[in-house]
T-cell receptor
Framework: KQEVTQIPAALSVPEGENLVLNCSFT??????LQWFRQDPGKGLTSLLLIQSSQREQTSGRLNASLDKSSGRSTLYIAASQPGDSATYLC????????????FGTGTRLKVLA | DGGITQSPKYLFRKEGQNVTLSCEQN?????MYWYRQDPGQGLRLIYYSQIVNDFQKGDIAEGYSVSREKKESFPLTVTSAQKNPTAFYLC?????????????FGNGTRLTVT
């Protein structure tokens, strides 16, 4: 059974710091992995989608990497800003015909001004 | 602008009553999903639909029902059989190639049952 873990559960950093969020999954047979952002009381916003054949994806100050063999993905946020404060979730989907994403519980990030 | 609209934002019901949560999308996506989010837990899939007039149970379908009569709409009914209905409910959609395209989410409905 696929399990997705995100550690730490919460993180506080000063503005301007570069930071890394971690996502681990137990079954390496994934088709893709997505990183999402969730603001309090809101829905999720997709940040980056990494196909299993890819090693990383970049969007602005965000860079996500994927290492299937070790069951890990990282989300790198450069030059963090207070507006980056949110909960960040990762989710994986298996190969085959499934349409089910398995979500981690998220890392709650607070960037201090 | 294209997006997913969930209504209402907050919903209060008495125990024993059925309640229907609305989800409408104008993204022309074929696939739609309902998730439940509880504190300290990851999102859990309730139902999903890949095409009109067809839907499948997710991991926690007991006590819930859905319909997909139109491409744009995927309402979720929380029945009195759902033992712990108080939660944050999220609707999502994706284009047909769901494994190759991102999930788009609505802003959720927070249901409180007393």
């Amino acid at each position: 059974k696929q399990e997705v873990t995100q550690i730490p559960a919460a993180l506080s950093v000063p503005e301007g710091e570069n930071l890394v969020l971690n996502c681990s999954f137990t079954d390496s047979a994934i088709y893709n992995l997505q990183w999402f952002r969730q603001d309090p009381g809101k829905g999720l916003t997709s940040l980056l989608l990494i196909q299993s054949s890819q090693r990383e994806q970049t969007s602005g100050r965000l860079n996500a990497s994927l290492d299937k063999s070790s069951g890990r993905s990282t989300l790198y946020i450069a030059a963090s800003q207070p507006g980056d404060s949110a909960t960040y979730l990762c989710a994986v989907i298996r190969g085959g015909g499934t349409y089910k994403y398995i979500f981690g519980t998220g890392t709650r990030l607070k960037v201090l001004a | 602008d294209g997006g997913i609209t969930q209504s209402p934002k907050y919903l209060f019901r008495k125990e024993g009553q059925n309640v229907t949560l609305s989800c409408e999308q104008n993204l022309n996506h074929d696939a739609m999903y309902w998730y439940r989010q509880d504190p300290g837990q990851g999102l859990r899939l309730i139902y999903y639909s890949q095409i009109v007039n067809d839907f499948q149970k997710g991991d926690i379908a007991e006590g819930y029902s859905v319909s997909r009569e139109k491409k744009e709409s995927f309402p979720l009914t929380v029945t009195s059989a759902q033992k712990n209905p108080t939660a944050f409910y999220l609707c999502a959609s994706s284009s047909q190639g769901v494994r190759d395209s991102p999930l788009h989410f609505g802003n959720g409905t927070r249901l409180t049952v007393t």
